[in-house]
């Protein structure tokens, strides 16, 4: 009698189609392992929650950011990658920057902006006492808003993030007077934070980014990005990317992160300054893609990421029985 294990791929039916290479090959690479991946979309999966003939996954491989729903799959008893926990702090980029500053990495200082209909918008410093100090004097001093950004907690791909002036001219607000753009990219996570924005100074180094891929705790390659002119150097808004080898001291800033909190698969974002490339944390990227990594190496990131769900999903139900969501006998 063999095991074989039904796991769930999960988007927004709006990404289906431009994802679909990595969900055809995550399908495929799963067959190699005896699981069977099915796509369910996050809309689906709101329309079959709770009648009778639903059937639960083993796993799910939430590659869609939507807080809420990561929650709701592991309060039912299935496997998320990645968790609850890591989707929640990573796909917030104000919570994010709570979270590393409290294991004492080093990071971009950040004016977090939350909003709650009891005390309206409350602007909060995430650094050390002296950055603290000067980004409280930025909300006086509007010479210096050119000098700093604007980023929604849940955008991603470079996609809502502003220079702060021209943030402040196209909704006609400010500080005294802040407002929400209208529409954000992910309405789902923009509406479950309390946190809305980070305002954080543009620190371009150069314009080098880099990004570390880590599968399991581990890191399996880094790629170093460059901004075609402009702040931005995301790979898919035209900035240019090669491979990169972390020395020691990076390694063990990494490690620091990866040590405390279990991600199955996310790109961490950092800054590198000066002659010694030192790295400021920027962000951590949950549903992350990897383009960037196959432009520059042959590096088999599906194939790692399948088989660490493969291993933690036979760790996490180490004694099958008839009862097991999602492990079927044939």
């Given at each position: 009698?063999?095991?074989?294990?039904?796991?769930?791929?999960?988007?927004?039916?709006?990404?289906?189609?431009?994802?679909?290479?990595?969900?055809?090959?995550?399908?495929?690479?799963?067959?190699?392992?005896?699981?069977?991946?099915?796509?369910?979309?996050?809309?689906?999966?709101?329309?079959?929650?709770?009648?009778?003939?639903?059937?639960?996954?083993?796993?799910?491989?939430?590659?869609?950011?939507?807080?809420?729903?990561?929650?709701?799959?592991?309060?039912?008893?299935?496997?998320?990658?990645?968790?609850?926990?890591?989707?929640?702090?990573?796909?917030?980029?104000?919570?994010?920057?709570?979270?590393?500053?409290?294991?004492?990495?080093?990071?971009?200082?950040?004016?977090?902006?939350?909003?709650?209909?009891?005390?309206?918008?409350?602007?909060?410093?995430?650094?050390?006492?002296?950055?603290?100090?000067?980004?409280?004097?930025?909300?006086?001093?509007?010479?210096?808003?050119?000098?700093?950004?604007?980023?929604?907690?849940?955008?991603?791909?470079?996609?809502?993030?502003?220079?702060?002036?021209?943030?402040?001219?196209?909704?006609?607000?400010?500080?005294?007077?802040?407002k929400s753009a209208p529409k954000p990219q992910?309405?789902?996570?923009?509406?479950?934070?309390?946190?809305?924005?980070?305002?954080?100074?543009?620190?371009?180094?150069?314009?080098?980014?880099?990004?570390?891929?880590?599968?399991?705790?581990?890191?399996?390659?880094?790629?170093?990005?460059?901004?075609?002119?402009?702040?931005?150097?995301?790979?898919?808004?035209?900035?240019?990317?090669?491979?990169?080898?972390?020395?020691?001291?990076?390694?063990?800033?990494?490690?620091?992160?990866?040590?405390?909190?279990?991600?199955?698969?996310?790109?961490?974002?950092?800054?590198?300054?000066?002659?010694?490339?030192?790295?400021?944390?920027?962000?951590?990227?949950?549903?992350?893609?990897?383009?960037?990594?196959?432009?520059?190496?042959?590096?088999?990131?599906?194939?790692?990421?399948?088989?660490?769900?493969?291993?933690?999903?036979?760790?996490?139900?180490?004694?099958?029985?008839?009862?097991?969501?999602?492990?079927?006998?044939?």
């Amino acid at each position: 009698m063999v095991k074989y294990i039904v796991i769930w791929i999960m988007y927004h039916e709006r990404d289906v189609e431009k994802n679909k290479w990595f969900i055809d090959t995550c399908i495929e690479t799963c067959r190699v392992y005896n699981m069977q991946m099915h796509l369910v979309t996050v809309e689906h999966f709101f329309k079959m929650h709770g009648k009778t003939q639903y059937m639960l996954p083993a796993a799910v491989v939430a590659r869609m950011i939507h807080p809420a729903v990561s929650k709701l799959l592991e309060d039912e008893g299935v496997r998320v990658y990645n968790s609850y926990n890591v989707s929640n702090i990573s796909n917030n980029k104000a919570g994010c920057m709570r979270y590393v500053h409290s294991l004492g990495v080093k990071h971009i200082p950040t004016l977090a902006i939350s909003y709650t209909k009891k005390s309206g918008y409350v602007f909060e410093p995430v650094c050390s006492g002296g950055e603290a100090k000067v980004l409280r004097r930025l909300m006086e001093d509007v010479d210096i808003f050119d000098e700093y950004i604007i980023k929604s907690v849940s955008g991603h791909g470079g996609k809502e993030v502003m220079i702060l002036s021209e943030y402040f001219k196209k909704y006609a607000c400010s500080f005294k007077n802040f407002k929400s753009a209208p529409k954000p990219q992910e309405e789902a996570a923009a509406n479950y934070y309390s946190d809305k924005y980070v305002v954080q100074p543009l620190i371009e180094c150069d314009g080098r980014d880099l990004r570390v891929y880590v599968i399991g705790g581990h890191i399996i390659g880094a790629v170093i990005r460059k901004a075609n002119g402009g702040f931005k150097s995301n790979f898919s808004l035209g900035g240019t990317v090669e491979p990169y080898t972390l020395n020691k001291e990076q390694e063990s800033i990494v490690k620091k992160i990866t040590d405390s909190i279990a991600i199955d698969y996310a790109g961490l974002d950092f800054l590198v300054c000066g002659e010694d490339d030192a790295l400021i944390f920027n962000e951590m990227e949950d549903v992350v893609g990897a383009r960037m990594l196959s432009a520059c190496s042959d590096i088999d990131y599906i194939g790692c990421y399948i088989r660490h769900i493969k291993l933690t999903i036979q760790s996490t139900y180490n004694s099958y029985n008839s009862i097991t969501p999602g492990i079927y006998n044939i």
